[in-house]
């Protein structure tokens, strides 16, 4: 056991993280030459596309240290998107140390920020590297300088290193080595074992990421899921090396794979504690705070005939990913489909992507929006996660809306920008100081606004030097209302929207113009109204097509009118037909267009 | 598969390859070729040995039009064109009355062939004249101008031509409504028995569409289109079909024949061919080989068809659909299943959709596209197209 070391990668997107890790890889020969696709530890093919990290991954290595000792590594890959912050407090509280790696010329980021704290709380070692030292730009002072006054940690004997070239890595080794703790626990002990995540294989069924704080695991023998009660024979234990390699034990202070008969996730749930059937342990570890989906979206099949393939590939993702959650919604509009919630709009998209791409459906996905808290005139709370349900105008005494602190760090030159932005989204500044060429912002924002395109915003007023990271903080009463569209008279629930009563006007005015931007013009004409209540706040009208027919079809070559037509009807497979109206899915977004030009 | 009580009519259609210039909206299988270097003579040896090859597919079939297109086939020499006429008339059942009509542009040399073509028995000439504007001509890259236009039409009619098509386009590259509607009324005053007033439209794999023309917005193409409707009615031209306008009895019974979903054989470089085996109970589409020296080398033998599809019941009905709809009448409600070979039932569905939707009109006589449905025929053919689009399997 003393010569296991458990650690986490801390880093913003684009900091490196995954490089490093195959560097790790490479040296410690966890792969061959032949092996080696770069990031191997991204195995998602949208993670690589992407260039981030979903979700959290291990890699077993084992390094031959200069003092002749062999050290069996264990290194919890962590997500470094700010929707991803749950994944990463599970990654860390299975490790004793962490690695925070900074890019030596952009300096620290708030998400880093945000997950350096968490490591802080939950007393790892934490060990400030600054890497992609090579580049023209990097100012090592400036950053470790940052470094101290933002995060408190001791940066003088920061290690530099440049992943990409491999500069600096073996004495990143060999001091990983020596100032992360070693991991403690009984070995004698009863087993507690924490599950850092669970997936489900198709050919092993739910695969558990678990770290063995006491006791052991052994193939054949039995263990016990603590909060279900059930118990399960051991199939398969081993470790990645990062290719899946069985073995016949898991020790205490190990990280490794379980794989037992468990055929449903929620059977091996996330910060569960296993423990063993014969002697159980007393008490559960800690485990983690549940999470909560914070953004939600109406997901419709465009064509309702593949309603059944949709509900079957949903509740397969969810196998896979605790924080989805998805429910029936019925639509007016949209027909039979599912009111999904999320951790943020990466998560969404990154659902929305998944659905598409490995189930091959079209589907269109209303407006994202966050859950409001109502109180009624009964006296009732209830929480609406679909503007649709928001009770009538006369039944509500108050609606509140969710606010989050949002933690900004800028350079100093586009402070104004930033500063514009977060008043511009109805923020009220709680903090501003300056530290090293940064500025440290902390804003009170509405989620409401945040959601729809705060980060690309934020990202695009300060060139992308901005990082941010949120949490909730409470819900607060505010003048909302629901803004309805009503294409051709005709109230479309799918596209209601709710709204700050002071910009509903403009909002309303906005919506209508960008929907005629995104409808095309069809056989009739369309108008397109903005309404609260029975008040019309805009209207737009969109000219009926003059026609649509090929002019001349002679020859006997029918082909090319046929590719015509099925040219036509793939243009119509995101559109959704309302009534005699086809929208696309552009105009159920057409709220996350709006408000820029302002 | 279907079932056939008998052969629909049969036309044929001959594809003449070459034209001495491309112009830049044709996407039609035509190669540029300087004036006298086309292998006429080779060409036509195989043209007759494609002809051959086919008879036994064809057997005992009455045919009811020819029609030799391109390309420009009047770029054909007198003699050649003969020996091509000898020959179908010594292969084929054709009576003297059906129609055969030759695809001409006016190009000055050519108009000089119009009386040989009239005496060897060609009955209709479709002049491709598309603009009397010597301006507009040169846009489109044509290489005649708006008086060789006129003195074809003269020549033709001189020749003694009864039945003669004009070929108009309108919406031309900055055509503004008075110059379309000029272009038509010059057509007019030359009466010809049929015009085809069409839009002129960018296809893939042109000039046109790599260098896209700035052409007129689509309030203005659509009052062209009305007000040469209007002017043709005046004129006593009926439309009968999208872009088909015509003096009573001089509608084209060839292309009648395509839009009615008969049958075609196609021969030459590229032809398509349309063929139902009433026997086997099934309908198939041929394809030959485009580039001109391949189909010479290859006529005469299977491996002149490059593609033979055997179409399912989707694309029957989709393709039945995607001609007759064309005609302003419509059909007989019982040429579905003559042409077919399927029950109208089998698209019940998608007609009740139509009919809800003001596209259609139909009961067990007549079905026809209503003036809406005529106007927006590609949506009204969205409602027949397959739900999950599969490719006609191949053979």
Avoid at chain 2, 269 to 292: E, Y
């Amino acid at each position: 056991m003393k010569n296991i070391r458990n650690f986490a990668i801390i880093a913003h997107i684009d900091h490196g993280k995954s490089t490093l890790a195959d560097r790790f890889i490479q040296l410690c020969g966890g792969l061959n030459e032949r092996e080696m696709q770069d990031q191997v530890l991204d195995s998602m093919d949208l993670e690589r596309e992407r260039g981030i990290t979903i979700k959290a991954q291990s890699v077993s290595l084992n390094y031959k240290a200069k003092n002749g000792e062999t050290y069996l590594l264990n290194i919890i890959d962590t997500p470094g998107h700010v929707d991803f912050s749950y994944e990463v407090s599970r990654s860390l509280s299975a490790c004793e140390g962490a690695l925070l790696i900074v890019d030596a010329a952009q300096g620290v980021e708030a998400q880093s920020v945000a997950n350096c704290f968490t490591a802080i709380d939950n007393g790892l070692e934490v060990l400030p590297v600054l890497n992609k030292i090579d580049l023209p730009s990097a100012e090592p002072d400036r950053v470790c300088q940052e470094i101290e006054e933002i995060i408190g940690v001791d940066a003088s004997d920061a290690i530099l290193i440049s992943a990409k070239s491999g500069q600096g890595v073996p004495e990143l080794l060999e001091q990983l080595v020596k100032r992360i703790p070693a991991p403690q626990g009984d070995d004698n002990s009863p087993l507690k074992a924490l599950i850092i995540d669970s997936w489900f294989d198709n050919y092993l069924g739910v695969v558990s990421l678990v770290r063995v704080i006491d006791g052991s695991i052994e193939v054949g023998k039995k263990l016990r899921v603590m909060s279900t009660g059930q118990d399960y024979e051991i199939n398969e234990v081993g470790i990645f090396t990062p290719k899946r390699t069985s073995k016949k034990i898991l020790r205490t202070g190990e990280v490794g794979y379980v794989v037992t008969g468990i055929k449903d996730i929620h059977g091996a749930p996330v910060g569960d504690t296993l423990t063993s059937s014969k002697s159980p342990a007393a008490e559960p570890l800690p485990g983690f705070r549940k999470i909560k989906p914070r953004v939600f979206a109406g997901l419709f099949p465009v064509d309702s005939n593949t309603y059944e393939a949709f509900r079957d590939a949903l509740a397969k993702l969810s196998l896979n990913d605790a924080a989805l959650f998805y429910e029936p919604e019925t639509s007016q509009a949209l027909g039979f489909g599912f009111r999904c919630g999320f951790l943020g709009m990466l998560h969404m998209e990154i659902i929305q992507e998944r659905l598409e791409r490995e189930y091959d459906l079209s589907l269109i996905t209303t407006a994202p929006t966050v859950i409001y808290q109502v109180e009624t005139t009964a006296g009732e709370i209830v929480y609406v996660d679909n503007p649709a349900k928001l009770p009538a105008v006369d039944k509500i005494s108050e609606i509140r809306e969710p606010i989050i602190r949002a933690d900004i760090l800028v350079p100093q030159d586009y402070i104004g920008n930033v500063i514009a932005l977060c008043i511009e989204k109805r923020g009220e500044q709680k903090k501003l100081h300056y530290v090293g060429n940064q500025i440290s912002l902390s804003y009170e924002i509405p989620m409401n606004e945040v959601v729809l395109d705060f980060f690309d915003r934020l990202k695009s007023v300060s060139r992308g030097y901005a990082s941010f990271d949120y949490s909730f903080v409470q819900f607060q009463a505010a003048q909302l209302v629901k803004l309805d569209i009503l294409i051709n008279g005709e109230r479309i629930d799918a596209l209601s929207c709710i709204v700050h009563k002071d910009v509903s006007q403009r909002r309303g005015r906005e919506l209508t113009e960008k929907m005629k931007e995104f409808i095309p013009r069809q056989m009739f004409e369309i108008s397109i109204q903005a309404a609260i209540g029975s008040k019309v706040l805009a209207k737009q009208v969109i000219k009926a097509l003059r026609k649509n027919v090929t002019a001349k079809c002679y020859g006997g070559d029918i082909s090319r009118k046929r590719k015509l037509l099925e040219k036509q009807k793939a243009g119509k497979k995101r559109m959704k037909q309302c009534g005699s109206v086809q929208i696309p899915q552009e105009a159920f977004m057409a709220i996350l267009h709006v408000g820029r030009d302002n | 598969m279907f079932d056939f009580k008998q052969n629909p009519p049969l036309s044929l259609y001959i594809h003449f390859p070459w034209c001495l210039q491309k112009c830049p909206y044709c996407d039609f299988n035509s190669h540029a070729i300087a004036a006298g270097e086309a292998p006429e003579s080779a060409y036509i040896d195989a043209l007759i040995r494609d002809l051959e090859f086919e008879l036994p597919r064809i057997w005992g079939r009455r045919l009811i039009s020819v029609f030799i297109g391109g390309g420009t086939p009047s770029l054909l020499s007198a003699q050649a064109l003969d020996r091509l006429m000898s020959v179908l008339r010594s292969h084929l059942n054709i009576h003297s009355e059906i129609e055969i009509t030759l695809e001409a542009n006016p190009g000055a040399a050519e108009a000089d062939r119009f009386a040989a073509y009239r005496q060897m028995g060609i009955n209709r000439l479709s002049i491709g004249v598309q603009s009397f504007a010597d301006e507009k001509l040169k846009r489109l890259g044509r290489i005649h101008d708006g008086d060789n236009a006129v003195k074809a039409i003269v020549m033709a009619q001189a020749a003694g031509f009864e039945n003669i098509n004009i070929d108009l386009m309108f919406g031309l590259p900055d055509q503004t409504l008075d110059e379309a509607i000029s272009d038509l009324r010059i057509a007019l005053e030359h009466k010809p028995g049929h015009i085809s007033w069409y839009q002129l439209t960018i296809e893939p794999n042109t000039v046109f569409y790599k260098q896209p023309p700035v052409l007129p917005d689509d309030d203005d193409i659509w009052a062209m289109q009305q007000q040469g409707k209007v002017l043709l009615q005046e004129s006593a031209f009926k439309q009968y079909e999208i872009s088909a306008y015509a003096l009573p009895k001089q509608h084209s019974v060839h292309n009648t024949n395509y839009w009615q979903f008969g049958d075609y054989l196609g021969i030459g470089a590229g032809a398509h061919g349309k063929l139902t085996d009433v026997a086997n109970g099934m309908i198939s589409r041929f394809v030959r080989h485009r580039i001109p020296d391949s189909y010479m080398q290859k006529a005469g033998a299977e491996q002149v068809i490059t593609q033979q599809t055997r179409l399912n019941r989707a694309d029957v009905s989709l393709e039945f659909m995607m001609n007759a709809l064309r005609l302003t009448e419509g059909i007989n409600t019982a040429l579905f299943l003559q042409r077919t070979g399927l029950p109208i039932s089998v698209i019940d569905a998608q007609l009740q959709d139509a009919e809800k939707r003001g596209l259609l009109e139909w009961d067990i006589e007549k079905l026809k596209p209503t003036a809406f449905g005529l106007r927006y025929l590609n949506d009204l053919l969205q409602i027949f197209m397959p739900s999950e689009s599969k490719q006609p399997s191949e053979l």
